[in-house]
Structure formats: structure tokens, C-alpha cells
């Protein structure tokens, strides 16, 4: 709560030699005065108990008068709490009603977005920023929620395509959007009649699948590449994914010396907290063994130290990292002819389309990534297959 107490401002005498008693409010170190209306000479003042002397004429009415000033301005700080400011307890003292300003819609995504980073989803975060960030600089200022309407969003779609963005990424900047503006109404910052998305087509496309053969795969292992360059690291992160039944880039650069128990990674995706257990074959070993730096908690040279994880920054180091990868995995999927781009999601869906091609099933398949498989209700009631039938899989599928 913030610190009131009534002074004589002895800093600058008025033209008649008297000075102002004012209340003087200290709220976390930013110190405000109000001023009381009343002037007096310095020696009418008892400092130590804060009031006029006795002997000044009508001294009595004046410090009740202070005591009443000094206890309305108590009870509004009061009734402010944390939402304090000297704005606010000025126009409480004043009697008029206070006019808000309107919450924005940059203001208002920023307290979404900086909830979101509390409750650590981090990526989601990211998307979000972005998101408002482009809205924000397309406007050239911030905008109201009222002014994010039909004809601003259908302006804002044909600048992004224009600019060459691809359909997934216009669908994801309007679904973050549209998830703010939905949020806001259910706050009341916005009245439901502005919805803008009626009339809104979020159109998205099918990814391409991005599998690559068993030859492919001998190609790229193939390659001479100089040692701990970036590019030869770049074909390691890939290889190691393959290798670990296409175990994500983000899960791959959080891997510690912890999660290998028994000659197996266990580890929880952090996508859908799901728990793994991956055989570790020796080309993986091999791997980690040529990349891991000593001292290191992280088998893999991705987070440097000090960095904490599952932040903002951490986000950014492995999406850059991933950026990094994918061009110089595009650079040697053309050098040995691929005929199409290889990116660190393709180790996923390579083991999968190599195992479907050697005859394993959709059901055991489906297990080993961690997907389930047809009707999710029937699922339930599925025995999951036995560790030893994956991990023959598994070593089929990389050998």
C-alpha cells in the first residue's frame, strides 16, 4: 500500500511568505504530492505531529479539515490497490467518473501474448507476436478493435500474398488474430457486433509430403562433408533425427546425458508431452559421441550455456538453428540429386514412408512416432506392441 503523510512544502514560499501543507504518497519508491488548499508561515506548522499549532487562528477547522482530506485520500488508495496511479486517485478525489482509455488491440495481445510466456507456451507465444507484429506495421500504428474490421483484414490477406508469403503462413498470422479478437470479446473489451471473421475464408493447404527413400538416405551418409563445419553438423542433426525414429529438432536439441537409461533415449515431447523410449543403435551413438561438446549437459551443440530453457530465447536459437539446417540440408539434397528439398521434418516422415515400403503396418508404425491410429475410441481398448517389435522395426528401418 502506498505511504501518505501530510507536510508543509517547505521547497518554495508563495509572494505572502506562507508555504503549501500538501500530502505527500510514496508507492513503490515514485513519490506524488496532492495539494491540500491550504497555506500557512512556517512556525504554525508542528512537523513532527503533521498538523497546524493551537495557536493559529482557527487552527482547530483547519486540521479537521486536513484530517478529512487526508482520510478520503487514504480510502481511495485503498479501493485503487494494485491498479494505483496518481491519475486514477485524482479523479477519485475529484468526484468526476473517470474515462478509460479504450484498450487497444496491440495492448490488449500483449497481455495475452506475455500470459501465454507465464505459462511457458513459448511457441505459441512467438506465433502470436509475430502475428500482431505484422498486423501492427501493415497499419503503420496501433489500431482499436473496432478498426480491425472486414475491409482491414481483406486489405491485410492480399498484402501478405502479395509480399510472397505462402498460404500456411497467411493461414496462421489470421488464426492468431482471430484468436485475440475472440479472447477480447469474451473479456468484454469488445463489443460481440465487431466480429470481423464472418466473413473471413482462413484458407490453409495441404503440406507436401517430404519423405525421402532408403537410397536417399545412403546418398546423404555418403557425402564427404569437413568436419564440425556448419554444414557437416547440419547433416548430423538430420541423420541423428532418422535415426531416433524422427524425433523433432526441438526434442533432439534439449536431449541431456539424463536421458539415456539403458542404452535407450527416454524422453517426454515437449509438442504433446507424450514419454518415448528409442532404442539407441550405434550410428546414433556414433553420432552424439562425434557432436557432444565436454561439460556440456546437452549431448548436442544447440543451447548454449546459461540459456534456460523452453524461453523466448531458447525458442529463437533452436528456430534459427532449424533455418540454418534446412538451407544447407536444401544444399546437399540438390548436390547428390534428390529432386526435392530435404528439411529436418523429413527424417519423420522418411522413417515412416521407409518402414510402410518394407511391409510394416500402419498400426506399429503409428506407434513408434507416438500417433494413434484410426478410430481413437477403438484405440482405447488396443493393446500397445511390445518394445522388442518397434525396436526390430526401428533397426530395419536405419540399417
Known sequence: MANIKTLLDLRRAKSDGTFNIIFRIIDFKKVYTI??????????????????????????????????????????????????????????????????????????????????????????????????NRLITYCGKDVTFEEVNYKLLDQFSHHLTTSGLKINSVSNYFRSIRAIYNKAIKMKVVDRSFYPFHDISIKSEK???????????????????????????????????????????????????????????????????????????????????????????YLLPIIPFGVTEDNVRAKRIIQQCIKTTNKYLNRLSAEVGLGSSVTTYSSRHSFATIAKRMGYSNELIAEALGHQHGNKITNIYLDTFETKVIDEMHQHVIM
Not at 497546524?52 to 483547519?62: D, G, H, R
Open 35 to 132: 495539494n491540500s488548499g491550504v497555506a500557512l508561515q512556517q512556525h504554525y506548522w508542528d512537523e513532527r505531529k503533521g498538523q497546524v499549532v493551537k495557536e493559529y487562528p482557527n487552527a482547530k477547522l483547519l486540521n479537521i479539515k486536513l484530517s478529512k482530506h487526508f482520510f478520503k485520500i487514504e480510502q481511495a488508495v485503498l479501493s485503487l490497490d494494485d491498479e494505483f496511479s496518481i491519475d486514477k486517485l485524482k479523479a477519485m478525489l475529484s468526484g468526476k467518473p473517470q474515462v478509460e482509455t479504450p484498450e487497444t488491440f496491440q495492448i490488449f495481445a500483449d497481455k495475452v501474448i506475455q500470459q501465454m510466456l507465464e505459462a511457458n507456451r513459448v511457441g505459441n507465444a512467438i506465433v502470436y507476436r509475430t502475428a500482431v
Open 207 to 297: 503440406t507436401a509430403k517430404r519423405a525421402i527413400l532408403k537410397d536417399d538416405i545412403a546418398k546423404l551418409l555418403q557425402i564427404h562433408v569437413e568436419k564440425n563445419s556448419t554444414c557437416w553438423r547440419s547433416l548430423n542433426y538430420f541423420m541423428l533425427s532418422f535415426f531416433l525414429r524422427g524425433i523433432s529438432f526441438t526434442d533432439l536439441a534439449y536431449l541431456k546425458h539424463s536421458n539415456i537409461i539403458d542404452g535407450r533415449i527416454e524422453y517426454k515431447r515437449r509438442k504433446t508431452h507424450q514419454n518415448y523410449s528409442v532404442k539407441l543403435f550405434p550410428e546414433a551413438e556414433s553420432i552424439i559421441n562425434q557432436m557432444h561438446a565436454p561439460g556440456s549437459d
